[in-house]
Nanobody
Framework: QVQLVQSGGGLVQPGGSLRLSCAAS????????MGWYRQAPGKERELVAT???????NYANSVKGRFTISRDNAKNTVYLQMNSLKPEDTAVYYC??????????????WGQGTQVTVSS
């Protein structure tokens, strides 16, 4: 059974920084793309950033230059470093990953979500 477990998040003042982590565990052959999404109250879930297995990254325009996604393949972990945080970054953040459990099966998994609140 594969699971993604998130850590990090919390309350931070505007202009501050936070780092989110998401570790995959279980029956994993390999991990393809990994990413972070967020959902603010009353809004749909939106993409924040993605990273391929080769380290190619993609960011939402709203976070470019402030957020950095990275991964440690040896630890099956993806990170999101968030700097210069703004109140509009307040949301529940979710990680996801496309995980190969066998040569013929790849499944998208989601983390449990973690609250990030940016407020003075």
């Amino acid at each position: 059974q594969v699971q993604l477990v998130q850590s990090g998040g919390g309350l931070v003042q505007p202009g501050g920084s936070l780092r989110l982590s998401c570790a995959a565990s279980g029956s994993i052959l390999s991990i393809n793309a990994m990413g972070w999404y967020r959902q603010a109250p009353g809004k749909e879930r939106e993409l924040v950033a993605t990273i391929t297995s080769r380290g190619i990254t993609n960011y939402a325009n709203s976070v470019k230059g402030r957020f950095t996604i990275s991964r440690d393949n040896a630890k099956n972990t993806v990170y999101l470093q968030m700097n210069s945080l703004k109140p509009e970054d307040t949301a529940v953040y979710y990680c996801n990953a496309n995980i190969e459990e066998s040569a013929t099966q790849a499944t998208w998994y989601w983390g449990q979500g973690t609250q990030v609140t940016v407020s003075s």
